[in-house]
């Protein structure tokens, strides 16, 4: 979807959340120029605390995405899925 990849990606390119085998589910809004808003942690398997924390603050911190489809009802419940990465 659009919102998973784009997070997926996000998650990914950061050295910490990168190295971590998770699931995390938050509800977030995109605004129309593209930032996430009203981030809110709903539930996580694996990872920490910390890591959970460090996560929200990624989550928070974007900007730049595409303009959501106009379809598209927010508040969005999401989940975002640390792979451990072979780097």
């Given at each position: 979807?659009?919102?998973k990849s784009t997070l997926q990606e996000r998650v990914q390119d950061d050295p910490q959340l990168s190295r971590l085998v998770f699931s995390a589910d938050y509800t977030l809004t995109v605004t129309r120029?593209?930032?996430i808003t009203g981030v809110t942690f709903r539930d996580a398997r694996g990872g920490s605390e910390a890591d959970m924390r460090k996560l929200?603050?990624?989550?928070?911190?974007?900007r730049g995405l595409d303009p959501p489809p106009s379809t598209m009802v927010f508040p969005q419940l999401v989940t975002v899925r640390g792979r451990k990465s072979s780097l």
């Open positions: 979807s659009y919102l120029d593209g930032r929200t603050a990624l989550l928070q911190d974007v």
